[in-house]
């Protein structure tokens, strides 16, 4: 900046003088010149320097930084910049978030294959098998109600479909797991 000290990346790039009050000093440290270099490269001197003034003091840092992200980027994809990479990330995330449906699907069949038959009713033990007619325990427990609704009407609930639809990943995501 003034006298004695050297003068900042971007006014060692423009090669003139800089000043006290230079908008560019704070941001651009002249240990750093290739910060400068690549964000006058994309969007040019005049330009960083109307966008700067244009802004309160304490929102230029974070300006300067998110110029040299877009300028990085940029340079990294001329067409696309930070969009780019904004869009792969994306996808990224779409990408993971499906995975994670399908491990939790798994989970899913898993605990429901694990789980054990319900267990009977105390009042059960206490039922000799001559109270049961042919020896059929099964048809006793089902005519005097003694099954919870729910696993009677097991095989209809949603919760099948999501099994089956489970089973079928391979063939339902195996084309859109692999999208670069």
């Given at each position: 900046m003034g006298s004695g000290h050297s003068?900042?990346?971007?006014?060692?790039?423009?090669?003139r003088r800089c000043t006290k009050d230079c908008t560019f000093a704070p941001y651009f440290p002249s240990d750093d010149p290739h910060k400068f270099a690549i964000v006058h490269k994309v969007f040019g001197?005049?330009?960083?320097?109307?966008?700067?003034?244009e802004l309160p003091v304490h929102q230029r840092a974070d300006a300067v930084s998110s110029l040299v992200y877009e300028a990085n980027a940029r340079v990294r994809d001329p067409v696309y910049g930070c969009v780019g990479a904004i869009s792969y990330l994306q996808n990224e995330v779409s990408q993971l978030q499906m995975q994670l449906a399908v491990a939790q699907a798994e989970i899913l069949c898993i605990q429901m294959q694990q789980e054990q038959p319900p267990m009977l009713p105390p009042s059960m033990e206490t039922i000799s098998d001559h109270d049961l007619m042919d020896n059929d325990k099964s048809s006793f427990v089902y005519n005097n109600n003694m099954i919870p609704h729910e696993y009677l009407n097991y095989s209809s609930s949603n919760s099948t479909n999501v099994i089956h639809d489970s089973l079928k990943r391979e063939s339902f995501f195996g084309h859109d797991m692999h999208v670069s």
């Open positions: 003068p900042c990346a971007s006014c060692k790039l423009l090669r001197a005049s330009n960083i320097s109307k966008m700067l003034q």
